[in-house]
C-alpha cells in the first residue's frame, strides 16, 4: 500500500519523534509512505485567521502536488490534517475559488486525493490485523487514557475522524499494544492549542487540568496523536509530571521496533521505562 506523506512542519522540528514512530510503524506493516517533493506549510495555525484565501491556497497546494502523485494523503498533525480536509471540502464546493487558486498555482485542482489521519489509516481492519500480529512486548502494567482535543474531532463535517464527542478510534488501537487503556470524560476538551506564547496562563489552565483529570482517572501517561496537544500538555503541566506519549510510540514499542526508547528520550516529561523489562509502570 503506498500513500502520499505529509509531515507538516512540527514532525521535522518539535515532534520528531512523531515522525519518526509513525514511519517506522507504517515500514512494519508494509505501508508505503511517499513523501510529498517539496511540499510547503498548510498555513496552520495561523493562515484561516489572517487571510481566508491564503488558508485555502497553501494547503491545495500541497493536495495538487498528491494528486500528481496519484496518491491519497496522510498527514499526522492534527492541525495539518484539518486545513487540508478543509481547504479540499471548501474546492469542491466553491467554482469560483477553485478557478481563483488553480490561477494562482498554475495548476488544476481535481479533488482525486482524499485526505486521511494515521489514526484512520492505521485503524484499517488489514492494518489492525497486522499491527496485532507483530506485538511481541505487550506494554502489560502501562495504564494510559487517550486524548484527541479539538482539531481530529471538531468540526466532524470536516474531520469525519470519529464520533466527536465519544471517539474510540485511538483506544482501539492502543489496545493492541496491550496497555490498559481508561475510559475518561476529557478525551476531546481542549488544551490551549495556539495561545502557549500569548496567553500561557489560559493554556496552563487547560493543560494542567487535563493532567490532573488524568491522575485522577487513574492513568500513569496520556496518549495523543496531536504535536500541539503533545506540547502543551508536556509544557503546561502544572507540576503532574504526567508522561505523554505519541499513539504511534507505544506501537512502536510493542513491536519492538528498532529506536522506539529513543524517541520517548525526546520528551520534556521523561517516561517511567521499567515497563519494557517488564516491570509496571
Known sequence: MKIAYYPGC???SSAREYDLSFRAVCEAVGVELREIPDWSCC???SAHQLDPFLSVALPARDLVKAEEMGLDVVAPCAACFLRLK???RR???????????????GRKFKGSAQVYHP?????RPELKESLLGKVVRPLEGLRVVCYYGCYLVRPPRVTELDDPEDPHVMEDLVGLTGAEVLDWSWKV???GGGHALLRPDVVERLSGGLCLRAREAGAKGIVTA???????LEAHQGGHRIPVYYFTEL?????GLEGAEGWLRRHLVSPDLKFLTGGEA
Open 91 to 105: 474546492l469542491l464546493q466553491d467554482e469560483v475559488l477553485k478557478e481563483e487558486v488553480e490561477g494562482v498555482l
Open 43 to 45: 498555513g496552520a495555525s
Open 10 to 12: 512540527s514532525l521535522e
Open 86 to 88: 478543509e481547504a479540499r
Open 119 to 123: 489514526l484512520q489509516l492505521l485503524g
Open 251 to 255: 506501537l512502536g514499542l510493542a513491536m
Open 226 to 232: 496531536c504535536p500541539l496537544c503533545h506540547s502543551n
Open 189 to 191: 476538551d481542549c488544551c
